[in-house]
């Protein structure tokens, strides 16, 4: 039996898949009689659906047509399967969902855990915005009904490395009561991916064709600086859409001039101030950066007392502190370590040329998830697992910024996407983690060398470079960096494990190697975003920079200050996370990904899932 279906049939994700049934049931219609006997005996109906799963005997029986009204007076038929049918589609879904999802267009914010109406309607006014004031506007007549069914599991098979898993997917898309080669039925769990997965080949093949559309499930809009530019893409789409035997709705196709303002997905946009602000958490515990050499952290009582050479004394409240960033030659008092201990502050001291040289944390009691991390660090075949995990998140996420947007996408050349996509599957198919490194060396000189297309060329950004970094874009994401592996090795002591033993780098000298290894999948996400937008904003010029010789250049005070407050804002940023689907700080997340790998290591769940960047 292979891995993926191994994960399905298991009985807590069978428990799991029915516990969520259950929270739908007052969304999706089913018949109360029908789940009140299947819970009636709950544990023996899940322990025969696991057996039948198992033993190959289970298949899916017909859905139940079932009419809905909708808020124009008409009614939507849903196909309503089964109870344990639905426990099988939710319990697949679980599992084939993380692993389908990394493939999708960045664009496509439908059934994605994390995205939703907001996020498709903030993508749009941005590129309104960005002055591609017209807009085209359409959707699928009957999109769920009109899929090709064999499509659709050929979409999800590309992606799905089981064929066990593949099996079961067809008894399902083929069930009893199918008629034709085409159509989902809609309200049957499994359908949402299996089309959100199939009309992922309309998105690439209009990306392709020069079209970069907003999708959200049959809800497509599309943005062009002219007019002609955009009736041009409405014709590319309803090709596209033809030769997959779908129809766009004449009720909504259009072609619109969003100065007079456009309709999408229930919003009203049009102006700069018709999407809600990102939002930002509150955070009840602040992080305090000391940058200026000469500096001194002490403590009067119960705050942090913070002199410098020349600049004002500031006070923190050691309450309201979470870690202490002092650059180097920055003077530490024993009582300032103190009350950093007593009250659960992090201090960190960060070098120019080795990033974190130190970390302070008051520790506790860690022995269980650290003799289990150090198990899993000497299985060779547990290393190689996780890293290979943590690179292809990382190589996914540096794609996604290169194509976050229209512009961007422009900007980059088409074999930097095909090269990164390439190295995304050999990074899968890698034996030892030393031909791992050497895939992730040649995916970070392919992210930068389309990274250089999108800065202008008066940064002299020309690629990476560090230690010491000769260009002020590389000064900025050395330091952003060092920023960030703080943060992760925060996270990762706050989980119970020792940040030295890494998967994917190697530990020495006491190196925050695990630290490092979680960081990987932050990097574009956070740092890399943050410096650009610092860039196009002109928030940092040149002219903030100074070239030291053999230090490298190097940021004066004001460009540093802005560059730090930038990356807290960041780290700020309110999103949903994908597996808790829950909102959270981008720190949240980090500290939650940190505890995913204890549970890793401990034997609490078998796979770990990078954050993913929509």
């Given amino acids: 039996m292979g891995e993926l279906l191994r994960r399905v049939v298991d009985q807590q994700n069978l428990l799991d898949a029915w516990e969520t049934t259950v929270d739908r049931m007052a969304d999706e219609p089913a018949p109360r009689a029908e789940t009140a006997a299947f819970a009636a005996d709950l544990l023996a109906n899940l322990t ?72 498709a309607a903030r993508t749009l006014q941005d590129r309104i915005d960005d002055g591609e004031r017209w807009i085209v506007r359409t959707d699928l007549v009957d999109c769920f009904g009109s899929v090709s069914r064999r499509g659709c599991l050929r979409a999800v098979a590309n992606l799905v490395e089981d064929d066990e898993l593949v099996v079961l997917l067809s008894q399902i898309v083929h069930r009893p009561g199918s008629t034709g080669s085409a159509g989902l039925p809609q309200g049957a769990p499994l359908s949402p991916l299996l089309v959100n997965t199939y009309l992922d080949g309309l998105d690439r093949d209009l990306w392709d064709r020069g079209v970069s559309v907003i999708r ?47 309709r999408y997905l229930g919003r ?38 913070v002199t410098g050479p020349e600049g004002p004394t500031t006070r923190h409240a050691a309450t309201r502190t979470r870690m202490v960033v002092c650059n180097e030659r920055v003077l530490i008092s024993s009582a300032a370590l103190s009350l950093a201990a007593r009250n659960g502050v992090e201090v960190v001291v960060v070098d120019a040329r080795e990033g974190v040289s130190a970390f302070f944390s008051a520790g506790t009691d860690r022995h269980a998830v650290r003799s289990a991390q150090q198990r899993a660090h000497d299985s060779a075949e547990q290393v190689l697992t996780m890293a290979r995990v943590m690179v292809t998140g990382k190589i996914l996420n540096s794609r996604v910024l290169l194509s976050r947007t229209k512009t961007r996408r422009a900007a980059v050349s088409a074999e930097v996407f095909h090269r990164l996509g390439h190295l995304v599957e050999r990074g899968r198919e890698t034996g030892t983690v030393a031909q791992l490194m050497g895939v992730e060396g040649a995916a970070s000189r392919t992210y930068f060398a389309g990274l250089r297309s999108l800065v202008d060329p008066a940064w002299g950004f020309q690629g990476r470079n560090r230690r010491p970094p000769r260009d002020p874009v590389n000064a900025m994401l050395s330091y952003g960096y060092t920023v960030l592996v703080a943060e992760a090795r925060r996270a990762v002591e706050l989980a119970g494990l020792d940040p030295t ?26 740092v890399d975003t943050t410096v650009l937008r610092l860039i196009g904003t002109g928030a940092v010029r040149p002219g903030g920079f100074s070239d030291t010789g053999e230090a490298g250049v190097r940021m004066d005070v004001p460009t540093k200050r802005a560059l730090l407050t930038e990356l807290e804002r960041r780290m700020l940023t309110r999103v949903t996370h994908p597996i808790r689907r829950a909102p959270m700080s981008y720190r949240q997340v980090m500290e939650e990904q940190a505890i995913s790998i204890a549970r890793v290591v401990t034997g609490g769940t078998s796979v770990y899932h990078p954050m993913p960047w929509r």
Avoid: M
């Fill in 501 to 526: 033993l890494g998967f994917l780098h190697s530990s020495y000298r006491g190196r925050p190697a695990l630290a490092l290894d979680l960081a990987e999948e932050f990097r574009a996400l956070i």
């Fill in 48 to 119: 025969g659906l696991h057996t039948r799963l198992l033993d190959g005997t289970w298949s899916p029986s017909p859905v139940r047509r079932v009419a809905v009204p909708k808020a124009d007076g008409r009614d939507r038929v849903l196909g309503v399967p089964t109870i344990p049918d639905r426990i099988v589609e939710r319990a697949i879904a679980a599992v084939v969902a993380p692993v389908v999802d990394p493939h999708l267009q960045p664009d496509s914010y439908g059934f994605r855990s994390g995205l939703g109406i907001n996020d």
């Fill in 268 to 305: 009203d946009l049009g102006t700069p101030t018709s999407v809600r602000p990102i939002a930002l958490t509150d955070p009840s515990r602040i992080t305090v950066h000391i940058t200026s050499r000469g500096s001194a952290l002490r403590a009067r009582g119960n705050r942090f007392v």
């Fill in 216 to 262: 959200y499930v049959d809800d497509i809009a599309a943005t062009a600086h002219t007019e002609h530019e955009a009736q041009l893409s409405l014709e590319l789409i309803r090709a596209a859409c033809a030769s997959r035997g779908l129809a766009l709705g004449a009720e909504k196709t259009a072609v619109v001039d969003a100065q007079r303002g456009v």
